[in-house]
């Protein structure tokens, strides 16, 4: 159980344009939803969480106008990389939350690369 | 000082080898605690939970120390897949959830 998955699982676009990220829990509710960005050899950073129905709360430091989040339903969130440039760049991963639970689940990840 | 430390290590062992790993926290607050495995280029995976009364599956055993604030790992008789990167994970429930990521301790087992 437990199984959320991610689409595209790797992207390439050009420096400018803007690029669509889903995440979705395929056997759990997930009120909760988690997107976290990677660079090569660091650490996971929390990037911005996630409820059904209201606004993501975005970290310090991380742009809303430019990483746009949307979690319409209990099983659905997207993130929008929006005019993106190389230095977005990274390994997007969304995790979500069981009703209840505390554990997070993670998707497999988008591999995004802007030329 | 960061909120979730990790030695980054590598640690580089032999196959059958015991390892452990500590994890310190510096907000007393925190209430959650989780050991995540990643492989490189793949997303994290839960390995255990962490409870105050410790925990065991299989080769691995979890414990929390809340007086010292630490948490830690430890892996007996070492396996080649286990080579990974270890990730702690502390979550504080106050006002507003809060999930910190240790930066992760790297784990080779050599033959």
């Known amino acids: 159980g437990a199984v959320v998955s991610q689409h595209p699982s790797w992207v390439i676009c050009k420096s400018g344009t803007s690029v669509k990220i889903e995440c979705r829990s395929l056997d759990f509710q997930a009120t909760t939803m988690f997107w976290y960005r990677q660079f090569p050899k660091q650490s996971l950073m929390l990037m911005a969480t996630?409820?059904?129905?209201?606004?993501?709360?975005?970290e310090q430091g991380v742009e809303k106008d430019k990483f746009l989040i949307n979690h319409a339903s209990l099983t659905l969130s997207t993130l929008t990389v929006t005019s993106a440039h190389p230095e977005d760049s990274s390994f997007y991963i969304c995790s979500a939350t069981d009703r209840g639970a505390y554990e997070q689940y993670f998707g497999p990840g988008t591999r995004l690369t802007v030329t | 000082r960061k909120e979730v430390e990790q030695d980054p290590g590598p640690f580089n062992v032999p196959e059958g080898a015991t390892v452990a790993f500590n994890c310190t926290y510096s907000?007393?607050?925190?209430?959650?605690f989780f050991w995540y495995r990643q492989d490189c280029r793949k997303e994290p995976k839960l390995l255990m939970s962490v409870y105050s009364s410790g925990n065991e599956d299989g080769r691995f055993t979890a414990q929390l120390n809340r007086a010292s604030q630490y948490i830690s790992l430890l892996i007996r008789d070492s396996k080649l897949s286990d080579s990974a990167t270890y990730l702690c994970v502390v979550t504080q429930y106050s006002s507003a959830s809060k999930i910190i990521f240790g930066s992760g301790t790297r784990l080779s087992i050599r033959p």
């Open positions: 907000n007393s607050a925190s209430q959650s």
């Open positions: 996630s409820n059904e129905g209201s606004k993501a709360t975005y």
